[in-house]
């Protein structure tokens, strides 16, 4: 089993900037792929952004030049530097994995989700 626990939301003004986070525990030595969505209100979940095992990075166009993807050393943390916001990221954050293969999970797994709102 995977636990993933965000953090880092809040409310900002139109330019501001939030860092999330995003911890994954549940297996030693495991390394995640992970992957942000978020879900405004009355609207689909759409994806963000995307980090693999060996640091590859995924952006959505929306996000492209304003938000940064990183992890940390053992892999099981992962971040996203938003910057330059708009009320438009206003939303729910979620982290996702698709488990560990290392231990042959391949389970989808989400977080509780970090509210970020963004005012003009």
């Known amino acids: 089993q995977v636990q993933l626990v965000e953090s880092g939301g809040g409310s900002v003004q139109t330019g501001g900037s939030l860092r999330l986070s995003c911890a994954a525990s549940?297996?030693?030595?495991?390394?995640?792929?992970m992957t942000w969505y978020r879900q405004a209100p009355g609207k689909e979940r759409e994806f963000v952004s995307s980090?693999?095992?060996?640091?590859?990075?995924t952006y959505a166009d929306f996000v492209k030049g304003r938000f940064n993807i990183s992890q940390n050393s053992a892999k099981n943390t992962v971040y996203l530097q938003m910057d330059s916001l708009n009320p438009e990221d206003t939303a729910m954050y979620y982290c996702?994995?698709?488990?560990?293969?290392?231990?042959?999970?391949?389970?989808?797994?989400w977080g509780q989700g970090t509210q970020v709102t963004v005012s003009s």
């Open positions: 980090i693999d095992s060996v640091g590859r990075t």
């Open positions: 549940g297996y030693t030595g495991c390394t995640y792929d």
């Open positions: 996702n994995t698709d488990g560990c293969p290392e231990y042959n999970d391949y389970d989808d797994y």
